[in-house]
């Protein structure tokens, strides 16, 4: 039996299990993968008895990826400009292999969803931690990036990080450039609040596509409602990403790349 888990707090709404057995049963793979409650104190030694009751691999979400990173022996590039991981692989050696796999999933949703042609112009909405696990494989996708940020030096410091990857600036929210974006991502959590972040409604109207890394249970987020109220003409929500970062782990995991469609209406 292969063991897996997902390791979070809180993690009951978590879909990874259903996921990755959707994808087991795919590959015809004996998976057992639970969700796995994680404790703020001893998140760290939770992890080190998973791996030595014989864990081989597990998902990592809120708030542990920057524990989880600094836990690990070994990382993917993706991984360490991140600074964050959401996937762990035990070698066979025992050592800790880190990656993670949340830029790859938005990359391989936004090619799924023919959104994606090389340097294109896209605006990124907030410069945290969801905004930096994403920048290299965009990047790397010869896509040309602006931050927008309410706070410019914490925008900044991630377009100073990531220069030497290809084309990023920062703004401010209030300074974005009046041009017609390709794509505008929102990396912001303002949408669990119910809130939408404050740029002109004229930005979001030229804009080819509005993707918002959130999704919601049987609605629009916030963000896709006033994009598609500002006349945005394609919007899409973050499920996809969800589906394709597990995509990604489970090929880590296993070396083959599972098939997403059917689970694409997963909710």
């Known amino acids: 039996m292969n063991n897996y888990a997902v390791w979070g707090n809180p993690i009951a709404q978590s879909k990874s299990p259903e996921i990755q057995q959707h994808f087991a049963a795919q ?41 989880a990173f600094a836990l690990a022996d070994l990382h993917s590039e993706r991984c360490l400009t991140a600074e964050a991981c959401n996937t762990l692989k035990k070698l066979p050696d025992g050592r800790l292999y ?43 996708a010869q896509q040309q990036i602006t931050l927008a940020n309410r706070t ?3 925008a900044q410091q991630l377009a100073d990080k990531f220069q030497s990857h290809g084309s990023i600036q920062a703004v401010e929210l209030d300074h974005i450039p009046e041009k017609r974006f390709d794509v505008i991502i929102n990396a912001t959590s303002l949408g669990l609040q119910g809130k939408v972040v404050e740029i002109k409604a004229e ?56 098939e997403v469609s059917a689970l694409l209406k997963i909710r």
């Not at 939770?46 to 524990?67: E, V």
């Not at 959130?214 to 990403?241: H, V």
Request: glycine residues 12%.
């Open 27 to 67: 590959q015809a793979i004996d998976l057992a993968y639970e969700r796995k409650l994680g404790d703020e104190v001893r998140f760290e030694q939770q992890l080190a008895d998973f791996f030595a009751d014989g864990g081989q691999g597990c998902n990592i979400t809120a708030p542990f990826k920057a524990r």
């Open 98 to 140: 880190a990656d993670n796999t949340d830029g790859a999933g938005l990359v391989s949703d936004l090619q799924r969803l023919g959104w994606l042609q090389p340097q294109q112009n896209i605006l990124i909405l907030g410069a945290g931690g969801a905004t930096k696990g994403v920048l290299l494989p965009l990047l790397q």
């Open 152 to 154: 410019l030096a914490k």
């Open 203 to 258: 930005i979001m109207q030229k804009c080819g596509l509005a993707y918002d890394m959130q999704y919601a249970k049987g609605s629009d987020t916030p963000f896709i409602a006033w994009a598609k109220q500002c006349g945005a003409a394609q919007t899409a929500d973050g499920i996809g990403m969800l589906i394709g970062q597990a995509a990604h782990a489970f090929e880590l995991w296993f070396g083959v790349m599972p």
